[in-house]
């Protein structure tokens, strides 16, 4: 699955221009530009690989090695990314650290523009980590359940899909997470729990409308359940 990148500035897709053997340069066509440190596929990297000798490999857009078999496709990168999230949720970071990873890791692997994760305070779903919002909401962007289309899910107990939130009167604009700069389209919300008790919340928006597949919907899952058990181990 290609991974995009938009313009922070006007939401656009930016275009990625190789620099140098271990930097990527990000542009938009409204003139806003970024840098990225991704280690180039080139024998400046390795002045001994062989083909022969090693392991097929493919670099993505992220500069993030994969091994390929035959033709490396999107499930079995979902299948490295939630070993990666994995790892992450076992680790020794800071679970503010960890979320915000996460959020990042699930976004560049399902192509979505934004992937927040809300987690249950015991009245309030409070946005714990984020890709794509300003980090200046994390910790201060707070629902009720029932309210906004995240806290409808977590209320319903089941995942809600949104495919124009434009028009949707159960959507709630946030100011601090500074997202008009997307001009959001499709939102799913995907509610977890604990047991009977609510828990939590992984969302995923993209400022173009899209549908998700079957097994996309599952990779959410799967992610919810490794962040639940990421906030377990660090409270016992």
Same mark, same amino acid.
């Given at each position: 699955?290609?991974?995009?990148?938009?313009?922070?500035?006007?939401?656009?897709?930016?275009?990625?221009?190789?620099?140098?053997?271990?930097?990527?340069?990000?542009?938009?066509?409204?003139?806003?530009?970024?840098?990225?440190?991704?280690?180039?596929?080139?024998?400046?990297?390795?002045?001994?690989?062989?083909?022969?000798?090693?392991?097929?490999?493919?670099?993505?857009?992220?500069?993030?090695?994969?091994?390929?078999?035959?033709?490396?496709?999107?499930?079995?990168?979902?299948?490295?990314?939630?070993?990666?999230?994995?790892?992450?949720?076992?680790?020794?970071?800071? $679970?503010?650290?960890?979320?915000?990873?996460?959020?990042?890791?699930?976004?560049?692997? $399902?192509?979505?523009?934004?992937?927040?994760?809300?987690?249950?305070?015991?009245?309030?779903?409070?946005?714990?980590?984020?890709?794509? $919002?300003?980090?200046?909401?994390?910790?201060?962007?707070?629902?009720?359940?029932?309210?906004?289309?995240?806290?409808?899910?977590?209320?319903?107990?089941?995942?809600?899909?949104?495919?124009?939130?434009?028009?949707?009167?159960?959507?709630?604009?946030?100011?601090?997470?500074?997202?008009?700069?997307?001009?959001?389209?499709?939102?799913?919300?995907?509610?977890?729990?604990?047991?009977?008790?609510?828990?939590?919340?992984?969302?995923?928006?993209?400022?173009?409308?899209?549908?998700?597949?079957?097994?996309?919907?599952?990779?959410?899952?799967?992610?919810?359940? $490794?962040?639940?058990?990421?906030?377990?181990?660090?409270?016992?």
């Amino acid at each position: 699955m290609e991974s995009i990148t938009r313009c922070r500035k006007c939401g656009k897709k930016m275009v990625n221009h190789r620099v140098d053997d271990h930097k990527i340069k990000i542009s938009c066509s409204c003139g806003y530009i970024e840098y990225k440190d991704a280690a180039a596929a080139s024998k400046s990297i390795n002045p001994h690989y062989s083909v022969d000798s090693m392991m097929p490999l493919v670099l993505d857009d992220d500069g993030k090695f994969f091994f390929q078999a035959e033709a490396l496709n999107r499930e079995s990168k979902e299948i490295i990314t939630l070993e990666e999230i994995s790892m992450l949720a076992s680790s020794d970071y800071d $679970l503010e650290e960890v979320l915000k990873k996460v959020a990042e890791k699930t976004a560049q692997r $399902l192509g979505v523009d934004i992937c927040s994760i809300y987690l249950w305070d015991g009245s309030h779903l409070v946005l714990r980590g984020t890709y794509g $919002l300003s980090q200046q909401a994390v910790g201060v962007a707070a629902l009720e359940p029932g309210e906004g289309v995240t806290g409808t899910a977590l209320k319903e107990r089941k995942p809600v899909l949104v495919h124009d939130v434009s028009g949707d009167e159960r959507y709630k604009f946030f100011p601090e997470t500074k997202e008009e700069q997307y001009r959001i389209k499709t939102m799913y919300s995907y509610p977890f729990f604990s047991g009977d008790a609510p828990f939590g919340a992984v969302n995923a928006q993209t400022v173009v409308t899209r549908d998700f597949t079957e097994d996309e919907l599952g990779f959410v899952a799967v992610v919810a359940n $490794l962040i639940l058990g990421a906030v377990k181990m660090r409270k016992t």
